[in-house]
């Protein structure tokens, strides 16, 4: 089992700049895929970012140039920079591991209000 607590989350301003920060615990030797997602009131919960194990990355168009995923596997911790912040980005944003065992692993989420 695989425990996630997101942080870094909060009000910014058009144009202005976050760090979101994704703690793992647990059974973290088993994680193969970690996630961000976001999620708005009334839409789908939507994949933003993914990091492999192997530290290939890949974003939703919506963010690409913008947000950066990274890992620092010492401090068993994802981030996410997320800079020229829109309105647009303004969701609660989750992240997610998966281990080899396909089981997946969701933080509480964390809110990110983007103001114009």
């Known amino acids: 089992q695989v425990q996630l607590v997101e942080s870094g989350g909060g009000l910014a301003q058009a144009g202005g700049s976050l760090r979101l920060s994704c703690a793992a615990s647990?059974?973290?030797?088993?994680?193969?895929?970690e996630a961000w997602y976001r999620q708005s009131p009334g839409k789908q919960r939507e994949l933003v970012a993914v990091?492999?194990?192997?530290?290939?990355?890949n974003y939703a168009d919506s963010v690409k140039g913008r947000f950066t995923i990274s890992r620092d596997n010492a401090k068993n911790t994802v981030y996410l920079q997320m800079n020229s912040l829109k309105p647009e980005d303004t969701a609660v944003y989750f992240c997610?591991?998966?281990?080899?065992?396909?089981?997946?692993?969701w933080g509480q989420g964390t809110q990110v209000t983007v103001s114009s």
């Open positions: 997610n591991a998966v281990t080899r065992s396909a089981s997946s692993s």
């Open positions: 990091i492999g194990r192997n530290g290939n990355t």
């Open positions: 647990g059974n973290i030797f088993s994680i193969n895929v």
